[in-house]
């Protein structure tokens, strides 16, 4: 029995299946989540740390964890949990995602449990997982409640769900979409929507509906001066990110 496929938009797959050979290019149409990674990744190996009491310093130090990267595109945050010790499965809507990701993981020498699909089906065949990575799949999901339900119930009892997403103001219209789409060009016109763009407040109210405990909140800010990216704990005007926990 399969469930509804409710997070999965069509028009959205198409965006990500026209750019899915250029996951690996730091220069490519992915450029700008190649320039937030290392931002993402301290973001969340620190709150998987915390959370279940690892020590980042150990050569594996998320064995026996349990993950799903869902939107995983071509591996960007799978295989880095991946080399960190955690027993990864990596689900994406766009079809043409999977052997790029698939490939790549074999070329690094890492397995990787990459699917063709929705949170939905991996909710309707019963699989569970210590953590759950949501990375800017949110504002690309029709009814995101509904998504967030779905993204609890794989959750174990204890488990960590990481979700970032777009905060929606004139800021972020002028940053994420003229500034990233139509001037810098780092992505193709039309890949964000700025209405389903949602506010931290919403988030978690969107979070606490669906189950799950808010526990964290942070942005990711970007210095046009040193062309990088960090994590602020008090400006959540553009990027930003969530931790939230499903209750023992």
Known sequence: MQAAETSVDAGEVA???AMAAEWWDPN??????????????????????AEFGR??????????????????????????????????????????????????????????????????DLAAAGESFDVVL?????????????????????????????????????????????????VMRWLPKGTHEWRKFITPDELYGYLDGAGLRPVDRKGF?????SWSWAISPRDLSVNYVTASTKPG
């Not at 990674?37 to 973001?43: E, G, Q």
């Not at 800010?221 to 001066?225: A, E, G, K, R, S």
């Open 15 to 17: 965006k990500f299946e």
């Open 28 to 49: 490519g149409k992915f450029k700008p989540l190649h320039m937030l990674n290392p931002c993402r990744l301290d973001y969340i190996t620190a709150q998987i740390a």
């Open 55 to 120: 020590d980042l310093s150990s050569d594996r130090p998320f064995a026996d964890l349990r993950l799903l990267d869902i939107g995983c595109g071509g591996g960007l945050l799978a295989e880095p949990m991946a080399r960190l010790g955690a027993d990864v499965v990596g689900v994406d809507a766009a079809a043409r995602n999977i052997p790029v990701a698939q490939t790549h993981a074999a070329q690094s020498g890492l397995e990787i449990d990459y699917r063709h699909g929705s949170a939905e």
């Open 134 to 182: 949501n990375m800017e799949v949110v504002e690309h999901v029709p009814d995101p409640l509904a998504y967030l339900t779905t993204c609890q119930l794989l959750l174990k009892p204890g488990g960590l769900m990481i979700c970032s997403t777009i905060n929606r103001n004139a800021k972020s219209f002028a940053m994420a979409i003229v500034g990233a789409e139509y």
């Open 221 to 225: 800010v970007f210095n046009p001066v």
